[in-house]
Structure formats: C-alpha cells, structure tokens
C-alpha cells in the first residue's frame, strides 16, 4: 500500500483552512521569537566585546577591537541547532493540533510541547544523534581529495538514515503517551521509526523533492509565513497515513 501525494496534500490544505492563525501560532511564531531572542543576544555580546567601536555586525558574526571573530558569535551553528530544537517541540505540539483540533488546549502550550518535561530528556537525546552527532562527519575540517569523497559518501548514507529515522520524534512522542517512554525506550523509539518507513523512504524522498518549489518561493517573505506551516502539517500527516498503513506498530494513543 502506497500513500497518495496529491490525496495527502488536498487534506492538509483542507485542514489548514479556517486553522492558519493556529498553524502559525505553533509552527512560526516561535522560531520568529526565536530569531528576535538570537539578535538581542548577539547585539548585546557584541557591544560588550566592542563597546562604541563594533566594527561589523550582522545576524552570525561580529569582529572585535582586535580583528577576530568571537567564536560564541561566529558562525549560525549554535543558531541553527536551537532553531532546529524549537521547531522540533513545534511539531509535536503540531502533531496534538492534528489529532484533536477542537481540543481547549492553548497555542502556546503546544508550540513548546516537546520542552514538557515528560518528553524533554529523551528528546534532547534524540535531537542530539539525529541533528548533531550525524553531522559531525560532514564538518570535519580535512579537504583532502579521499576525506571529501569519504564525505561524499556518508553524505549519501546520511541520506538514508534521515529517511529511515524521520517520524522518530513522533514514534518518541507515542511511546511516552502510551505510558512506555522514558531514556530507556529511545532505543526502541529508532527501532520503530525505521520499521515504520520500510518500503517509504523513496516516497518520503520523492514528498520532500515535491516540496522544493515551495521552499524556492520562501525567497519571498510572504509565502515563507504560510509554507512553514503547511510543510510541518504535510509530515505530521504523513506520519498519521503511516501509522494507518502499518497499525500494529507504534502503541495507540487516545
């Protein structure tokens, strides 16, 4: 059994009407705080290393008095990993909204859901492996002909293993509401996942290339407030069709 591309998407859109000030409340509204909280931050570092005499300054880095770099502001790593973080709690709260739309529950306590302390550690950890740990191959610094085709090459294992791990914080999230979370179960949280998109991967590769003309039009502001929230809404409704595809799986959650 497959899962239609064109079905899937005519639902979400459905879905998102009459929704979008809550979509963008879980989903945008927190990155963009986010954003607003990273600027003053670095704004006010800058001026503590600087004084009157900032020298440059923009989003992801500030030189100094003496012509370097400050390593807490150089580079968008620490940034990105964060902005990654929050939209990572997002989804699931995004996962919430899914499931039970007419539920009393606030935007905001579902923007932030996965910082709830009954999935934070766990997640923290899966964050970790998933956005970080996989990573750090691909930003060793050696350039040498071998390394860069090594890089090549687990660039394209990576690939595979993003696709075989994607739903794992959902999987995550329906472990602990059915009452088997815990540090212990993350292990079984990737377990999961990867049986859950077995005979997926292509088409969840396919879902993500159909997606990219909407990420070239978030070159424009505008179209870039509603993609973010249509784009989560597509894979927390993707993980829902998996889970119907294969039932027996990942615990049922009310």
């Not at 009157?52 to 008095?65: D, H, K």
């Not at 502001?73 to 989804?91: E, K, M, P």
């Not at 007419?102 to 709830?116: H, L, N």
Request: positive net charge; proline residues 4%; contains cysteine.
């Amino acid at each position: 059994m497959q899962i239609d591309r064109a079905s899937l998407k005519y639902t979400v859109k459905e879905r998102m009407r009459g929704h979008y000030g809550t979509l963008f409340g879980i989903t945008l509204l927190p990155l963009i705080i986010l954003a607003v909280i990273l600027m003053i931050v670095q704004f006010v570092v800058a001026y503590e290393i600087t004084g009157s005499r900032i020298l440059s300054f923009n989003f992801v880095s500030v030189s100094g008095p003496s012509g370097q770099t400050n390593l807490f502001l150089s580079g968008r790593w620490w940034s990105v990993v964060l902005s990654d973080l929050v939209a990572t709690s997002a989804s699931l709260g995004l996962l919430s909204w899914w499931r039970h739309p007419d539920s009393k529950q606030s935007i905001a306590s579902r923007a932030v859901a996965g910082f709830s302390p009954q999935y934070f550690p766990g997640l923290i950890l899966i964050f970790l492996i998933t956005e970080v740990l996989l990573n750090i191959p691909m930003n060793l610094g050696d350039t040498g002909l071998w390394w860069s085709l090594a890089k090549l090459v687990w660039f394209v294992v990576y690939i595979v293993i993003q696709l075989g791990i994607a739903p794992v914080f959902f999987v995550y999230m329906d472990l602990c509401d059915a009452g088997q979370g815990g540090i212990a179960s993350i292990g079984r949280a990737f377990q999961l996942s990867w049986q859950l998109m077995a005979g997926f991967k292509g088409a969840y590769f396919v879902l993500w290339l159909s997606l990219l003309g909407w990420l070239l039009l978030c070159a424009l502001v505008f179209p870039l407030l509603w993609v973010v929230p249509y784009m989560q809404t597509i894979f927390v409704a993707y993980y829902e069709a998996l889970r119907q595809v294969k039932p027996d799986l990942i615990p049922t959650v009310a």
